[in-house]
């Protein structure tokens, strides 16, 4: 019998086999959280108003100010995801040329 030994490189399920991410793909990974989120209350502000509004009104400023602030940032990485997806274009473009 083998005795337990808690760093045995024998095991053949490491944990270094899945250390690199950027091999790994994910249908979420060109979600942008904070778009995403914006998204997702403007279409229940847009669905059910009375509900979005019930929610929000009970907000301490802090947190109507943070949800400002998020909705802000997001648009900025709209702009950017938007302009990075032109370049993409343009310069694919340019390779298939």
Known sequence: AKAFR??????GDS?????????????????????FYVDTIKGLQA????RFQ??????????Q??????AQHSEKRRAEIEKEKMEKA?????AAS
């Open 6 to 11: 808690p760093n045995d490189e024998d095991d």
């Open 15 to 35: 944990d270094d086999d899945y250390s690199d991410d950027e091999e790994m793909q994910s249908p979420i990974d060109d979600v942008d959280a904070f778009v």
């Open 47 to 50: 669905s059910d108003p009375l």
């Open 54 to 63: 019930n929610l929000t009104q009970t907000l301490e400023f802090q947190y």
């Open 65 to 70: 100010a943070l949800a400002n602030g998020v």
């Open 90 to 94: 343009s310069s694919a473009a340019g």
